[in-house]
């Protein structure tokens, strides 16, 4: 079974070409669920992440912000869903919410059957198997990790970077997770993993430290 995961380094959209394979992958009957943590006006934002797919013809779609939709109800929509969709917004709380829930396990689930999974910015971060939480994203102000949704293993993910000047950010989890690849990802930009190996990169900018030289690998 082919598995499908798409990390965005930004907020959405989708990036177009991006938006055309998700599609591919999710063509099916069935609707995408979203799932993000809940803020005030959430309905005015949700087209940034589905107009790019309804231009494309997908229109059915699960809303299901966190944490006020009830954990079985979200657990039930994911398995009627043909794609999975992780919104942004605050780390820890995408990690509070999803990944110590047995939203989590559902996720994985579908993701091994080959639904494909997209991850925007929070959403992105808690996909690997561990998730690297850069001061900026925390009230903290601290290089924070926890666990992650382990949809790919021995990877670290690291977004806004280029917006964030976030090397220091990318060497500390290198220096604490070594023998790890690693991704710095700019916004308006995607990295697609098929079977978590990295298969193609559309956007701005994707990073990677290499011989502790930070390098512009696409």
């Not at 965005?8 to 009957?29: D, E, R």
């Not at 609707?31 to 006006?41: C, N, Q």
């Not at 979200?74 to 999975?84: Q, T």
Request: with cysteine; net charge negative; proline share 4%.
């Amino acid at each position: 079974m082919y598995k499908h995961l798409f990390l965005f380094g930004g907020s959405p959209p989708f990036t177009l070409n991006m938006a055309k394979q998700f599609v591919i992958k999710a063509s099916t009957n069935d609707s995408v669920s979203i799932l993000f943590v809940e803020r005030d006006g959430w309905e005015q934002y949700m087209p940034r992440y589905t107009q790019a797919l309804e231009d494309l013809g997908l229109n059915g779609f699960y809303y299901l912000p966190l944490p006020s939709t009830p954990i079985e109800k979200v657990v039930d929509c994911l398995k009627n869903s043909s794609g999975i969709i992780i919104g942004g917004g605050d780390t820890n709380l995408y990690a509070d919410y999803i990944v110590e829930t047995s939203i989590s396990n559902t996720i994985k689930e579908r993701y091994d059957l080959g639904i494909p999974v997209a991850g925007f910015s929070a959403g992105a971060l808690i996909s690997p198997e561990f998730c690297i939480i850069s001061p900026k994203d925390n009230e903290q102000n601290e290089f924070q990790f926890r666990k992650g949704l382990g949809l790919i293993s021995d990877v670290l993910i690291a977004v806004h970077f280029t917006q964030w000047n976030d090397e220091t950010h990318l060497r500390n989890s290198v220096n604490k997770f070594n023998n790890h690849l690693n991704y710095g990802i700019d916004e308006n930009t995607c990295v697609y993993f098929l079977n978590g190996h990295l298969e193609s990169i559309e956007g701005k900018g994707v990073y990677s430290l290499e011989n502790d030289i930070i390098r512009k690998i696409n």
